[in-house]
């Protein structure tokens, strides 16, 4: 099993029914979500690209944002994992 942790851009919040509705695509079995993060739980991976995406609100404004950190890790193996950077706008 791998874990996608999404960490939200200062300022965003997750919309939780379009995480929770995350959980019909074939590969996830679950989510959670909390204030400012989303943790996506993904059965397997394999050699397919595998893409999904959520919505969020701006809760409060921020100035000059800085990228988040999305981190995908084995949930047995925690110290195998990858560190990407997302920013605002998104697209």
Sequence with gaps: MVIVDVKMVS???PMKPSVKKLQDQPNIQRTEVNTNHV???IEKLTNQTLGFSFAVEQDIPVKNLKPAPIKVYDYYETDEFTVEEYSAPFS
Aim: proline content about 0%; aromatic content about 34%.
């Design 11 to 13: 300022g965003f919040i």
């Design 39 to 41: 943790l996506i739980y």
